[in-house]
């Protein structure tokens, strides 16, 4: 059974950073799709940044140079270095993968496995 779980989310003031971690179970990054994405209340779940089965990377406007996704194989981790937070990234976070290989993409339906999210607070 698959399961990614994510942890490092968390209240901090504007300017701050924070790491999340998805780590997976039942399932092994490599040459695959994997992502991040967000989901405000009120508002539809957004993709924040994503690594294709290539090793390409894709950012949402709002979050680059800003916002770093990485993974780790040997650790079996996918990580997401959030930095100069503003408020308007206050939301769920949520990792997601699918071992099928693609071009980087933000659709959600490329993604068969999504974590249950971590809470990211920005407060002003």
């Known amino acids: 059974q698959v399961q990614l779980v994510e942890s490092g989310g968390g209240s901090v003031q504007t300017g701050g950073s924070l790491r999340l971690s998805c780590a997976a179970s039942g399932y092994t990054y490599g040459s695959d799709c994997v992502g991040w994405f967000r989901q405000a209340p009120g508002k539809e779940r957004e993709g924040v940044a994503a690594i294709g089965w290539v090793g390409s990377t894709k950012y949402a406007d709002s979050v680059k140079g800003r916002f770093t996704i990485s993974k780790d194989n040997a650790k079996n981790t996918l990580y997401l270095q959030m930095n100069s937070l503003k408020p308007e990234d206050t939301a769920m976070y949520y990792c997601?993968?699918?071992?099928?290989?693609?071009?980087?993409?933000?659709?959600?339906?490329?993604?068969?496995?999504w974590g249950q999210g971590t809470q990211v607070t920005v407060s002003s």
């Open positions: 997601a993968a699918d071992p099928a290989p693609c071009t980087v993409t933000f659709a959600r339906t490329t993604y068969n496995y």
